[in-house]
């Protein structure tokens, strides 16, 4: 089979440009294992698994493949740094990060030669972490499942592509090989997906919950800030309707409860949370009331995604799973990306190179 080489797939070793990014609760080691022995870039989620549940999911995703992989961590927990440290001695090949990254935690990981991609949302984030070290970036437009900002891929991608040397890695919206087609054909170094990840065999959502994400249309996702006071893309159900109709007080409460079952399925101490919860604020410039509702996401999104509950649950959810009907293996979802993209390019190198195309 043919391949596409990248300055991603040159930057991170791996076989195709296509990269499953970290899902709380979703990106665990089958995913991520499938996603690498297929020849893609994937990255456990961290920011729902205790230290101990991180090291342990290391060990079990170098247990399933020996590709290189990544890990998706929060800079402003507590333990960050300690996280960083881990990933260091276990020679982890992709540091990725949710919101705002901090410097220190880059420079402390590019000196152990890990490779350190952040997430990001706006073109003057992208500039700050390329300025810091970063060796790329993946840049998220609004269609884009989870926390998500209010610019479209098309627009977002060329603003980030203008102002960055790094390599781009484009997310949001992406499923199909077109999609890689164009992102390459923007100047990206590849695409990252959510959601078609979170639809195939070896994502551990519960058949039922993957069920409803397939019987979703294209409008069928709202962008809500009533789970966690920051926008995010969820599937549009019932108990969203009740978030968004619920008031200040009652939704204070519910976060409030949700922070104390966080706190005891963790195993984290009160102080620990609320030094977490200071540290998020400080970074994130966000209101106390923001910062207790923080704990919704994590316990909502388990509810629905690990437990399937989809009734006590939130599904975060991109507008593309409007688009996707089926459930592939991650090997079948990225061969056929690739070979598309491929003929994709050739096809559109053909125009350029006959006569009929040439209008006087
Ligand atoms: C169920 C779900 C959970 C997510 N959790 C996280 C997370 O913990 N950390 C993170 O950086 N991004 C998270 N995201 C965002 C994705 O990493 C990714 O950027 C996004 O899904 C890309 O858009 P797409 O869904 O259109 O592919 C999540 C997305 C989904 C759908």
Partial sequence: MSVLTTPLTELVGVRHPVVQTGMGW???????????????????????????????????????????????????????RRRVDLLVRENIRVASFALAPKKDLIARLKDAG????????AAKHAEKV?????????????????????VATTLLLPSVLDVVDIPVVAAGGFYDGRGLAAALAYGAAGIAMGTRFLLTQESTVPGSVKQQYLDRGLQDTVVSRKVDGMPHRVLHTDLVDSLERSGTLRGLFAAARNAYRFRAMTGMTWSTLIRDGRATKRASDRTWQQVIMAANTPMLLKAGLVDGNTDAGVLASGQVVGLLDDLPSCRDLIDGIVADAIERIEAIAALGASPQSIHE
Wanted: charged share 15%.
């Fill in 114 to 121: 890990v490779v350190v991609i952040p997430s990001i949302g």
């Fill in 130 to 150: 390329a300025s810091w070290g970063a060796d790329a970036v993946i840049v998220q437009g609004g269609e884009g499942g989870g926390h998500t900002g209010p």
């Fill in 26 to 80: 979703v990106a665990g080691p089958r995913l991520v294992a499938g996603t690498a022995n297929a020849g893609g870039l994937g990255i456990l989620a961290s920011a729902t698994m205790t230290y101990a549940e991180l090291g342990a999911a290391i060990t079990k995703t170098k247990s399933l493949t020996d590709k290189p992989f990544g890990v998706n961590i929060r800079a402003d927990a507590t333990d960050a």
